[in-house]
């Protein structure tokens, strides 16, 4: 099941977390890459900006619907319409971005983040995305219709077993993708 990007191009659902570190300047392209992520980590120097209606065009790489569903529609509103830019700290406050750090540290912290949700089951990891990404595309019904499946696929594999015995003796499990 694929979707068709904004040029027409079908694309294939990516199965794992997106995770990115942006610093300095990140305008226009750069926002809507930030949009199709999971994750977003910026240092402190990160300043964004949707500027295309100070040239003449608007958003067409998805920040038209996906800015509202991440960030709320009168915020997206304000920097979408405007062109305005804004720091680090006000798209940590908004929601663009989940974490702020120090100059430079950026990237260390989103390898971080993407080294713990390595340690996690990945078919659970995938089941989560799935589910997160329907209930975005399609809204909470199609997700909520989606859980037993999901969840009924995940109690029959390996890996939902190493977590119940891992969780039940205290010890940290080891998945397999199985």
């Known amino acids: 099941a694929g979707a068709i990007d904004p040029w027409g191009v079908k694309t294939t659902p990516i ?35 949707q500027m295309e209606v100070s040239r003449g065009i608007l958003p067409f790489g998805g920040a038209t619907t996906r800015f509202p569903t991440r960030v709320g529609w009168g915020n997206a509103m304000q920097y979408l319409l405007t062109g305005d830019m804004f720091d680090a700290a006000q798209a940590h406050r908004i929601g663009l971005i989940q974490e702020i750090t120090v100059p430079g540290a950026h990237v260390e912290r989103a390898m971080e983040i993407a080294s713990r949700i390595a340690t996690q089951a990945p078919l659970a990891v995938q089941a989560t995305l799935r589910n997160a990404r329907l209930a975005s595309r ?36 080891h998945f397999e993708g199985r």
């Open 15 to 49: 199965s794992k977390p997106v995770i990115m570190a942006v610093s300095g300047t990140c305008l226009t392209l750069v926002v809507e890459l930030i949009l199709a992520t999971d994750v977003a980590v910026a240092d402190s120097t990160a300043r964004f900006g």
């Open 138 to 173: 399609s809204g909470e019904s199609a997700a909520l219709a989606g859980l037993p499946t999901e969840l009924g696929t995940l109690l029959g594999t390996a890996d939902f077993a190493a977590g119940v015995a891992a969780f039940s003796t205290r010890e940290t499990p």
